[in-house]
Nanobody
């Protein structure tokens, strides 16, 4: 029912910045909480950031706090991940995900019913 398409990935040097975007094809975008996850080669898919459907709260993994910012624009059906001070360990495929309404455990992969195909971010040293 919900289709998600990520964009904005690419190659960047350590210390640089990227902004990822995820556009959702859904009629009621504003009722979905949204998250970003990432999966590095040979590793599990891990939580990065989430924003509540009401837009009044955000949540970040400890590894990205102070460097990444999640935001949403409901007029464009889009969620963003602004990434700054990038490190080589940020290299991964980044996925956006959506769940209807809210969750008290938005860091859990199993909370999300809808996933995009991912966009690759490579940070060189």
């Amino acid at each position: 029912q919900v289709q998600l398409v990520e964009s904005g990935g690419g190659l960047v040097q350590a210390g640089g910045s990227l902004r990822l975007s995820c556009v959702a094809s859904v009629r009621t975008f504003s009722r979905y909480s949204l998250g970003w996850f990432r999966q590095a080669p040979g590793k599990e898919r891990d939580f990065v950031a989430a924003i509540n459907w009401t837009g009044d709260s955000t949540n970040y993994a400890d590894s990205v706090k102070g460097r990444f910012t999640i935001s949403r624009d409901d007029t464009k059906n889009t969620v963003y991940l602004q990434m700054s001070s990038l490190k080589p360990e940020d290299t991964a495929v980044y996925y956006c995900a959506a769940l209807e309404f809210g969750s008290i455990r938005q860091e859990r992969l199993t909370e999300y019913a809808y996933w995009g195909q991912g966009t690759e971010v490579t940070v060189s040293s």
